[in-house]
């Protein structure tokens, strides 16, 4: 079992739990009672954080010497630093929600608007099907799960080839668009479910692969949308996610077995297997640390800084820069092998670990503060409105779970980039309506 005696201490976990818990508390009783969107997005995130950079320091190998230490500061200057912007942020929320509400609902309710961004959006997806090369028949005869080939490909000449980073950028601006209309299928499920998830089916026949946080993003996307639009059906749902929960349990440990090129038979893995199978994999970041921090190993500051400042702009308009893929960076580290070579995969090792080695063991607090005014601004603008709800879950999964688990080289593209021209289309919806209202 993950949490053996010999290799887990009980006493380690009750250190970081009871502090973290105090931590915590200290910054939820500060934000008010009706802001449930400012209090999720503060709960997932160090809810997340806990269990991928926290539980796994327990373990009694591979954790740094000063760990705890480090953990204790990034997560204090975090709730600092979140709770900062929830009180300095809070105008946005007063001036975008109820001008946000007027002119989504008639966006909503505009079938061509909805129809017409679903339609380009679904073809976005799965525009790779048919170029470079036709392959529309893996629709039918989809291939066998392999992360491998996803990191591969990412660094090989088909993955800059022009007409392909153009339609993939088009289609990321379009996601915050494309959650938006789905409001417009809220009372019709399956029209939604298929919406929803087509676009994943596709990306899978591509790459042979779909990362669990996208699987995640949509299943919590769909049932929440249920959950606010058809309050006759809580009880079904409420039961279906009960067995869907251990259900996705042992998928995820059958899948991310396949995934690497591994084989299980699916039949003989039981709930047990593989819940602990899962958690041993997913709570062991901090075990990395060592190999990271004890060693002094950093990246290229200003590479990174580089890659962080210019991220709201194209990435095909500019000289590409590799100093956001920390992830990579510490991966090669850690295997000893190149990103493009036979046995390379994507090692994960939790907020802690990777501040470190972007910021050095002097300047880590840079990040909490970073994401903790980043997170408080998001809860503030993306909750405003019921019609965002989409959008909004899909930000706070973004934050509570890829952020957490795989860094900012995961979720700051899909913060920044991804709504950027939303974030422009919202300031001028906004601005139409006060300019209408003012003498």
């Known amino acids: 079992m993950f949490y053996n005696t010999e290799h887990f201490s009980f006493y380690v976990f009750l250190q970081y739990f009871i502090s973290t818990l105090i931590i915590f508390l200290s910054g939820y009783s500060r934000i008010k009672k009706g802001n449930v969107q400012s209090k999720l997005f503060y709960t997932f995130y160090i809810g997340g954080f806990f269990f991928y950079a926290g539980v796994g320091a327990a373990y009694k190998e591979g954790v740094a010497v000063d760990y705890f230490m480090y953990y204790l500061i990034y997560l204090i200057v975090f709730v600092l630093f979140f709770i900062r912007g929830y009180k300095s942020f809070s105008g946005v929320e007063k001036k975008f929600g109820a001008v946000a509400d007027y002119k989504l609902n008639t966006l909503v309710a505009n079938k061509n608007f909805c129809v017409t961004i679903i339609i380009v959006y679904l073809f976005c997806s799965g525009f790779s099907l048919i170029y470079p090369n036709f392959q529309l028949y893996k629709l039918v005869s989809p291939p066998k799960p392999d992360s491998t080939s996803i990191v591969f490909e990412r660094f090989t000449n088909e993955h800059n080839d022009l007409i392909l980073v153009l339609v993939r950028y088009f289609k990321l601006l379009l996601t915050p668009f494309f959650l938006l209309a789905l409001n417009y299928f809220r009372n019709r499920i399956w029209m939604m479910a298929l919406v929803l998830f087509l676009p994943l089916y596709f990306e899978f026949c591509v790459q042979a692969y779909i990362g669990r946080s ?101 990435k095909f308009m500019l000289e590409r820069s590799q100093g956001g893929l920390v992830g990579y960076e510490i991966s090669e580290h850690l295997l000893g092998v190149k990103r493009t070579d036979t046995g390379y995969f994507v090692i994960l090792y939790g907020n802690v670990t990777e501040s470190i080695y972007i910021y050095t063991k002097y300047l880590f607090w840079v990040q909490p503060i970073i994401i903790g005014l980043l997170l408080s601004y998001l809860s503030r603008y993306f909750g405003s409105s019921k019609l965002l709800l989409p959008v909004f879950i899909y930000l706070l999964i973004t934050c509570g779970y890829n952020l957490t688990r795989a860094g900012t080289q995961s979720a700051f593209p899909v913060v920044i980039n991804n709504n950027l021209l939303f974030y422009i289309f919202l300031y001028f919806k906004v601005r139409q309506v006060r300019l209408a209202k003012s003498p």
């Open 214 to 314: 996208a699987m995640l993003i949509q299943g919590v996307i769909f049932f929440l949308i249920l959950w606010q639009n058809r309050p006759k059906i809580r009880t079904k749902l409420v039961i279906a996610l009960a067995i869907l929960i251990p259900s996705f349990i042992i998928f995820s440990y059958y899948y991310q077995s396949l995934r690497i090129g591994g084989s299980q038979n699916f039949k003989n893995i039981t709930l047990n297997d593989a819940l602990d199978g899962v958690l041993g994999i997913e709570t062991g970041f901090p075990t990395r640390s060592a190999e990271i921090i004890d060693k002094g190993l950093s990246t290229d500051l200003g590479a990174y800084s580089k890659w962080l400042i210019t991220l709201p702009f194209p």
